[in-house]
């Protein structure tokens, strides 16, 4: 069960990633470009956020699925 899940969340990250570089390839060069202007500091705090919003809507999935 937890393989699968696993399995799942990360065949679901790939497609949404994908789709941006097949669907806006400039617009992702542009973002990166912008985040590489960015202090380290500030880009290891949106990470930060990234990995807690994650962990959190994983929390609330567990919790909803029983």
Sequence with gaps: MVLTVFLLALGLMCIFE??????????????LRILMSLPED???????LAITTGGI??????LTAG
Excluded: D, K, N, Q
Excluded at 18 to 31: D, K
Excluded at 42 to 48: Q, S
Excluded at 57 to 62: D, E, H, K, V, Y
């Design 57 to 62: 809507l994983m929390t609330l999935g567990a």
């Design 18 to 31: 994908g789709l941006l570089m097949a669907l806006a390839p400039a617009r992702l060069e542009e973002a």
């Design 42 to 48: 500030t880009r290891r705090m949106i990470g930060m």
